[in-house]
């Protein structure tokens, strides 16, 4: 039973990491050195404005997996606000949609409420050519393009830096879907969001690979869940086979039992008897063998 479960485990773990809309990207400096990587299914939730200036949303938009990564940094100095923030950029082009990215922010500064040691996910943006994709956003200004931003607030940092965050040298792995809001503000611009699902990802790295896996707070709760369930499910058949093996003897009828019974007081008897016997015997070997030494004496 157990090993079964595992290997239900492991196949449907297996079903996720191969999943067909999730990408792979990585970036490199110039030296050839990798800085990023990251694997995820990103799908993008975006709101457009009309010609008739009404609200209208565009549904899910998904990254392509095939998005390549020019203009990606390792290091970047990012404008925000007034302040720069020293960052590693992760930016997707939509090969078949002109004008269209998503950029991906990194960084290790203290002041977005990064641990030293730490670096975080901390902004999502997203440039939009209505345009070339006319199919999704209808009456819109032909040419129009639209870039969806969050606004950065020191004193309060953005809810995803709070949340995709790991060590130095660690990769994070959040197999769950998680959304987080770009914009909700309508002073600047329509609403949009982000959810990342499959999440693997490692920025300010060290090395060729992924460092070790660290599980999203929210994920290993629910992965702690797993051991729970399998402890209870053992602990119901183990309950289901006593249950169904005294149900079993109430319904037998008395002679059976009686048989039964019978059998039993036979097979103990003839058990304890063999025993007896047994030490008799060796009993009388011993006093044998002291009747002898005394002859010989």
Not at 33 to 57: G, N, P, R
Request: net charge negative.
């Amino acid at each position: 039973m157990i090993p079964l479960l595992l290997l239900g485990l492991a196949a449907i773990n297996a079903a996720d990491l191969s999943d067909e809309n999730r990408g792979q990207w990585s970036v490199l400096s110039e030296n050839g050195t990798l800085c990023i990587k990251m694997y995820a299914q990103i799908d993008l939730k975006l709101s457009y404005v009309k010609d008739d200036d009404s609200l209208a949303e565009a549904g899910i938009i998904m990254v392509p997996v095939d998005a390549t990564t020019e203009n990606s940094s390792c290091y970047e100095k990012v404008q925000v606000g007034e302040d720069i923030v020293d960052s590693q950029v992760l930016q997707l082009n939509f090969p078949n949609n002109e004008g269209w990215n998503v950029r991906i922010y990194y960084t290790e500064d203290a002041r977005l409420d990064v641990d030293p040691g730490d670096y975080a996910l901390y902004q999502v943006t997203v440039t939009a050519n209505y345009s070339s994709m006319p199919d999704v956003f209808k009456d819109t200004p032909k040419g129009h393009t639209h870039t969806y931003y969050s606004v950065i607030d020191f004193t309060d940092p953005p809810f995803i830096a709070n949340d995709e965050y790991t060590k130095v040298g660690d990769c994070l792995y959040c197999p769950d879907s998680q959304a987080y809001i770009i914009n909700e503000d309508p002073h600047h611009g329509p609403p949009a969001s982000v959810s990342l699902t499959n999440l693997q990802m490692q920025a300010y790295m060290t090395g060729d690979d992924f460092g070790k896996i660290v599980t999203c707070a929210e994920d290993e709760n629910e992965l702690d869940l797993v051991p729970v369930i399998v402890s209870c499910i053992l602990a119901g058949l183990v309950l289901f086979t006593l249950v169904a093996y005294f149900v079993y003897r109430a319904r037998l009828p008395i002679d059976i039992l009686n048989i039964t019974e019978q059998e039993f007081e036979e097979d103990e008897y003839e058990l304890h008897h063999e025993k007896q016997q047994l030490h008799e015997n060796g009993q009388g070997q011993i006093n044998n063998g002291f009747h002898e030494q005394e002859q010989r004496y």
